[in-house]
């Protein structure tokens, strides 16, 4: 089903009454996809500490059993929100179990506590993320139907038609990044036509 954008951004243009969306995100129990679901503040939150503790169903995540399957969800990360904009933010969150120790796809606990440690090192932390870009179809953009494009080369950090596609998306990621507050340091084409790399780069501290 095709979906009808103006309709959205009719609602998304609606006033809040001073009620905020706070996204809550985390890991699954898979170690690498991720889950969302979103709370109404009656404030603008400031700091992560400012989000309370909240908890969903672990065991629809692979994260706890069916018998005791409230996980707690520990706001570490506070973003602007670039989907709805104004006052609403993401929150980046730990899982923890019933007695608030990590579950075991909660990395970032352990992660913290080795940092710490190196503290006077002055530790430092990159993500170097690379995707394709995919149409509608599952078609690859730039990528002849049935068949594949020139060979690698001229599309490694390359301008123009042709050679470099999807980069309105690109452009959009890289802008909603700023406004989020997401420490982007750069993005550039990779070797092969419609694969990007977006890098990450930031002190950890405070954390």
């Known amino acids: 089903m095709a979906v009808n954008r103006s309709v959205l951004e009719h609602y998304l243009k609606l006033e809040q009454h001073g009620r905020v969306q706070v996204m809550y995100i985390w890991i699954d129990g898979s170690g690498q996809c991720m889950r969302s679901k979103t709370k109404t503040l009656d404030f603008e939150p400031k700091a992560p500490s400012d989000c309370p503790v ?47 120790s990590p579950t075991a796809s909660n990395k970032r606990r352990s992660c913290v506590e080795a940092m710490k440690k190196s503290f006077d090192s002055h530790p430092w932390f990159g993500i170097e993320q690379e995707y394709v870009l995919l149409a509608a179809d599952g078609q690859l953009l730039g990528w002849p139907k049935g068949g594949f494009p ?54 950890l501290f405070p954390l």
């Open 54 to 100: 909240w908890n969903f169903d672990g065991s629809s995540t692979g994260q706890s059993s069916g018998s005791n399957s409230d996980v707690y969800l520990h706001p570490v990360a506070l973003f602007d929100d670039p989907f709805r904009g104004g006052k609403n933010k993401f929150v980046l969150c730990e899982t923890c179990k019933e007695d608030h």
């Open 150 to 203: 020139g060979p690698q080369g001229p599309y490694y950090c390359a301008v123009g038609t042709g050679r470099v596609f999807g980069r309105d998306i690109v452009e959009a990621h890289y802008r909603a990044c700023l406004y989020a507050g997401v420490k982007i340091a750069g993005t550039n084409a990779e070797v092969m036509a419609a694969q990007v790399n977006a890098r990450i780069t930031c002190r």
